[in-house]
């Protein structure tokens, strides 16, 4: 081995986790460019990361668990709040500090912070390959086996539309002499939230709407098929049995899951929207 | 409107839904640190509990993740580990389990899928059980850095140590890794077996200068 591949090869950890300062990188990177085998071994450190992100992220939180989590979380909304508990953080002095400095030397305000954020965390769960259909399945498990609405005011539905990012309207299904019964809001897999709201119909089918971002959900990329009604495009399927339906209005996107047929389901999906 | 009038209703509260964001990064490290999917729920459920009992410490702006990453490991220690995380003493042989360069370039590129930019599939099943033998500083700091892709600086302030040891647990953690999957892939008969006796051990990485130039540079 050259002194030189020593050299580097104390590097490429700190060079993968991002962590070396510019005059080291341009080192690491000029001596893989010309060495094979310090190539070969970033590829293969970076392959060992992405594996072990892939294994790590596999497992996720059951649809049943994240419901009981969100209603502890509710219940401690009301809690007094613990300032000196051991397992609790000061998290101000250094943190505060670095943000600051990096929000000064790159310019970026705290609403920028946050998108970047979200989206690199989106980039980590396409790694993760949990797919659209997976989220299809859990509109559909949650029609399947609902739980309780948080609240069963219409009026307070709009209340939902910090944690989904898109306006949370009650959709007007009186035509088909549907009744609301609530809603509440869940959190979808990959760190994405839907609002979920229940309805029985006047012929006693339940049916479930899901209200969500459709930047961060994209059903129409699922395995639902495009359909046309009327002159809309509606995405349709069957899911174990349970119709769903997709449609996007004004940026907002909205699925409906019942045991009715395509065509009633994309009607609904159509009415949905304000 | 009703829902703001009320003083039981369920206010918007940004804080929570910002906290849900990040359920599944939460649960995925606690199922690494209690290698039991029923133990990792009753662990994050506690720790965002404490999350929202704490939140008024939690400063806006700042990295949540890391400061839920916090509780999350305090909350396990505190539960699981009184002694703080498990601590495996390597003595012998692996002390330094592989120095740089332990293992040739045809070695390395046989342990890796050419398509996937991932490990070859087989040693993809590998990755859990290597990841389960790491001592749990080990495994947390790459979990933490692998996967959440947090900074040096950060995983030090979750683990409560200094970033020196932080990278020492990196170096040490990712060796370990790579060498379960390099004695399997050679068990498999998909590597071959390198003579790594001609090669001199390299030194590992020298924290101390490391951590001397990043001081000079902050």
Sequence with gaps: MRSSCRAVGRLVESYLDGELEPSQLLEVEKHTQACATCRERVVLDRAIRVSVRRTVLAGKPSPAFRARVTSSMIAQRWAPSQRSQATIPNWGGWAVAALAAAALAFGIQARDRYDAASTRLSETSTHASVGLDTIIDQFVDWHARPLPPEITNPNDLPGFEPYVGVPVHPPAFSPFGARLLGGRILPVHDERVAAMLQYTMGSGHRVSVYVYDPRRIATSQSRLRAKVFGSEPVYVGQVRGWSIAAHEQRGVGYAIASDLDDASNAELALAAGP | ????????????????????????????????LTKSPLDAEDLVQDALVKAMRARDQYQPGTNLKAWLFKILTNTFINKYRRGGLERVVLDGPDADPLADGWVSAASMRALRDPESQALRPLLQEEIHRALEELPEEFRLAVVLSDVEELSYKEIAEVMDCPVGTVMSRLHRGRRLLQKRLYDHAVFLGIAPVDDASDEPAADPVNIAQFRARKGRRA
Aim: proline share 9%; with cysteine; glycine share 4%.
């Design chain 2, 1 to 32: 409107m009703a829902f703001f009038g009320s003083k039981r209703s369920p206010r918007p509260d940004p804080f929570e839904a910002q906290v849900l964001l990040h359920l599944d990064a939460l649960y995925a490290v606690a199922c690494r």
